[in-house]
């Protein structure tokens, strides 16, 4: 099927390039030249497992191109809409401006016939008003909303663990599901549901998704907070939690919290947007979550302060982490990076390694030290602090091999992914999140 993917950041660049290797012929769309060139050239603009393998794939087969004009999508059959929605400045809700520009532009070049499937993280109500903007092309608007994992962008998005399309009641509607269908066919075939649904849930299931998952990480991580209080472990109780069918392991994790360019963002304009509706109550919680979370990270800083017994000022640091999560180099909203800034501001030295987000991180705080090899950073550390759980971290890094290259014996595990009895054993202060 020829397909179009309008906005061909991390969410649009992953989807052109996965739909290319199922056998479509898809042009991307992006305002931004220099990105339209690398992937282009088939390299990805950022770090994302497997991205350059579809992407190199799809140019040399033909099946993939990217370019910058609105009318390069003309005759495509369907329009995946792909755009940001950033937080508003100064407010919490979704900035709509690129979302409504790129339909707008897309706009002349629509069909009778054609589909526009919204991929975009958008607060309910948006996909009914950009379907009216529409409706006079003969183009149907579905939303298809996306549910990627950074790291694993493109597992997620040939192998989702469901695909939900909300459209309009109506032939038109249905024509344009059945088109959708037609478009994740190898996915349908291989059972992986495909729910069917009207506009405003599909808006929904994205904002409520991402609440839920928040939520439950602030759990854990509230109850950690307790734990210190108590001289309990939480990850002995997040254990115990997780052998509850009702509840589960995933994201149990308890440590400085989550980031991203999404997560935040979104439970923020989740909770906008209920206010607009006047059911700000049914999702106050949502504060609290984000308060928790943003908590953690003073609290990280604080282990450390305490473990140097105040002393901060002039001591090396080694932060161990840059990215908001592994396998990733997005440091939007990275709990490590603010980590290593609040230690900054206290007057530590301090020296930042990440396998994937240094250019990124040095971009954002050029005021940090950064050093691409672990164990440089390591070298003559006063305190070590490790704030993203890479394997080179949490598998690869042996107390006693970080031993013999710090001055201090000082580790801050903000992911509680080490080893404490192992790090103690060698000699180490070990201080975890909710941890004795």
Known sequence: MRMSV????????????????????????????GRVAALAAGSAPFFEP??????????????????????????????????????????????????????????????????????????????????????????????????????WAVHDTLTPDRIVVGAAAGARGERAVDVLREVYRSAVDAGIPFLVTDLATAELVKGAANAFL????????????VADAADADITLLAEALGHDTRIGHRYLGS??????GCLPKDIRAFAARAEELGRGAAVGFLHE???????????????????????????RIAVLGAAFKPFSDDVRDSPALEVAV?????????????????????????????????????????????VTEWDEYRRELSPAHA?????????VDGRNCLDAAAWRAAGWTYCGMGRR
């Open 403 to 411: 031993a013999s290259l710090v001055r201090g014996r000082v580790v």
């Open 50 to 151: 497997r991205l350059e393998e579809l992407l190199r794939a799809g140019i040399e087969s033909g099946r993939l191109r990217f370019g910058t004009r609105p009318g390069d999508a003309a005759g495509a059959r369907v329009h995946f809409l792909a755009v940001g929605t950033p937080q508003l400045p100064g407010g919490h809700a979704a900035d709509l401006r690129f979302v409504e520009a790129a339909v707008d532009a897309l706009r002349p070049h629509l069909r009778p016939g054609d589909v526009l499937a919204g991929k975009s993280t958008v607060p309910v109500g948006t996909a009914a008003r950009l379907a009216a903007r529409v409706a006079d092309t003969g183009a149907a608007l579905v939303w298809n909303p996306e549910f990627l994992r950074e790291g």
């Open 6 to 33: 309008i906005g061909c950041g991390y969410l649009g660049a992953v989807h052109a390039a996965a739909m290319a290797s199922l056998g479509h012929d898809v042009i991307g769309i992006d305002v931004d030249e």
């Open 255 to 260: 440590g400085i919290g989550f980031g991203g």
């Open 289 to 315: 979550v984000d308060a928790i979370n943003l908590r953690r990270r003073e609290h990280a800083v604080r282990l450390v302060v305490e473990a140097l017994d105040g002393l901060v000022f002039g001591r």
């Open 342 to 386: 609040r230690l900054r501001g206290l007057g530590a030295d301090v020296v930042v390694t990440d396998p994937a987000a240094l250019d990124n991180a040095r971009a954002l705080h050029p005021q940090l030290g950064y050093e691409p090899s672990r164990d440089e950073a390591l070298r003559d550390a006063d305190a070590v602090v490790v």
């Open 214 to 225: 928040a939520t439950k990480i602030s759990f854990i991580n509230a109850m950690a907070e």
